[in-house]
Nanobody
Framework: QVQLVESGGGLVQAGGSLRLSCAAS????????MGWFRQAPGQEREFVAS????????YYADSVKGRFTISRDNAKNTVYLQMISLKPEDTAVYYC?????????????????WGQGTQVTVSS
């Protein structure tokens, strides 16, 4: 099992920036892919970005390309999501997730462990 703790959420005006962090602990050597997802009220959880734990290949949802950047610091067992040019429609609870087997996937059910989430609110 991998334990994940997100931080860095908050309230920001449209056009602003935030950086989310996700600290991993436990069996971090088992991580293959880390992902960020988000869930707005009344909506399904949706994929935002993912990164290979080793090698660093990244993948983004079309809605965030060019605005969000996922990165990782293996020495700190931490994944980041840098968000710029935020829009009100980015408002959601953001979750990080770990996949412990081969593959990069965009569906929530493909991930094995989840953090508790951090709220991001973008005001217009």
């Amino acid at each position: 099992q991998v334990q994940l703790v997100e931080s860095g959420g908050g309230l920001v005006q449209a056009g602003g920036s935030l950086r989310l962090s996700c600290a991993a602990s436990g069996r971090t050597s088992s991580i293959y892919t880390m992902g960020w997802f988000r869930q707005a009220p009344g909506q399904e959880r949706e994929f935002v970005a993912s990164i290979r734990w080793s090698g660093g290949s990244t993948y983004y949802a079309d809605s965030v390309k060019g605005r969000f950047t996922i990165s990782r610091d293996n020495a700190k067992n931490t994944v980041y999501l840098q968000m710029i040019s935020l829009k009100p429609e980015d408002t959601a609870v953001y979750y990080c997730a770990a996949r412990l087997s081969f593959g990069i996937f965009t569906t929530p059910r493909s991930y094995d462990n989840w953090g508790q989430g951090t709220q991001v609110t973008v005001s217009s």
